[in-house]
């Protein structure tokens, strides 16, 4: 069986998958800045795995700041209000549990990298 990009980024370091019953958990985990992905990925819906690409890449660049949750797809519709979600695929970026940005659908690399810059500083390790 292929495993899809969203489905990967949930078990590399830094990665989670994230549900309902333990979102708060997570939130409270260290490091406080998180990036939590809506994929929204479907049989008609696929651009989910692109951002899991992008946050992928990110965890590399920001080992120790960052923690990227991945919402499972049964649970996006409950949790979604609460995060401010309008369109899938979005990402959400929190510190300590607070919403600083959405990003809602695929958007280019660049965009990425400059999102994570500006909260987290330039990476240490250069990008691939």
Same mark, same amino acid.
């Given at each position: 069986?292929?495993?899809?990009?969203?489905?990967?980024?949930?078990?590399?370091?830094?990665?989670?998958?994230?549900?309902?019953?333990?979102? %708060?958990?997570?939130?409270?985990? @260290?490091?406080?800045?998180?990036?939590? =992905?809506?994929?929204? /990925?479907?049989?008609? $819906?696929? !651009?989910?795995?692109?951002?899991?690409?992008?946050?992928?890449?990110?965890?590399?660049?920001?080992?120790?700041?960052?923690?990227?949750?991945?919402?499972?797809?049964? %649970?996006?519709?409950?949790?979604? @209000?609460?995060?401010?979600?309008?369109? =899938?695929?979005?990402? /959400?970026?929190?510190? $300590?549990? !607070?919403?600083?940005?959405?990003?809602?659908?695929?958007?280019?690399?660049?965009?990425?990298?400059?999102?994570?810059?500006?909260?987290?500083?330039?990476?240490?390790?250069?990008?691939?």
């Amino acid at each position: 069986m292929t495993t899809t990009p969203v489905d990967a980024l949930k078990s590399v370091p830094g990665g989670f998958a994230v549900t309902k019953a333990n979102v %708060d958990a997570w939130l409270c985990e @260290d490091p406080s800045f998180k990036a939590l =992905l809506f994929a929204g /990925v479907n049989t008609d $819906r696929i !651009e989910g795995h692109d951002v899991a690409v992008a946050l992928r890449e990110m965890l590399r660049l920001y080992p120790q700041s960052l923690s990227v949750g991945v919402v499972e797809t049964t %649970d996006e519709m409950r949790i979604k @209000d609460r995060f401010g979600v309008i369109v =899938l695929p979005t990402l /959400v970026i929190l510190n $300590r549990g !607070e919403v600083l940005e959405r990003m809602p659908r695929v958007r280019n690399w660049s965009d990425y990298a400059e999102l994570f810059t500006r909260y987290l500083g330039k990476p240490r390790i250069m990008a691939a």
